[in-house]
């Protein structure tokens, strides 16, 4: 899922501050405004891609924020599919069901069952490795 969410950069000890207000708890630091951006986006992916796990609500983003001298307002854009990509690899085991005479020929060829697998399930489900 794609979303973008108003965030407020604000300056602290040096460093640059990034507050999300529409996602309760989701804050970080940059040590320049780059860092800070890059941090931003990690966070709020992260804290999308928890609630989208947990099945929790995903809050909308606000149209508008009220803004204090002190801070710059700012997008963050996300993407949680991508996220899950880089950040959730690990192996989850499924039991299948194959023609025994199959199963024999994919033996004998010392198939990879678990890549092959992989493969077919990125061209069905049409994502790029």
């Not at 000890?13 to 529409?22: A, F, L, R, S, W």
């Not at 804290?47 to 989208?52: G, K, Q, Y």
């Not at 809050?59 to 803004?67: Q, R, V």
Request: charged share 25%; aromatic share 8%.
């Amino acid at each position: 899922m794609k979303y973008a969410y108003p965030a407020l950069l604000y300056s602290d000890d040096g460093k640059i501050g990034v507050t999300v207000p529409d996602l309760p708890g989701c804050h970080t630091f940059g040590e320049d405004l780059s860092d800070a951006l890059i941090m931003a986006k990690d966070a709020v992916e992260g804290w999308l891609w928890d609630a989208e796990n947990n099945q929790e609500p995903i809050p909308p983003a606000s149209k508008t924020l009220p803004i204090k001298k002190s801070e710059t307002f700012t997008l963050i854009a996300a993407d949680t599919d991508e996220y899950r990509k880089a950040h959730d690899n690990r192996a989850v085991k499924k039991t299948l069901s194959i023609p025994s005479w199959l199963n024999r020929q994919a033996e004998k060829a010392n198939a990879p069952f678990s890549q092959i697998l992989q493969q077919g399930l990125k061209e069905y489900l049409k994502i790029a490795n």
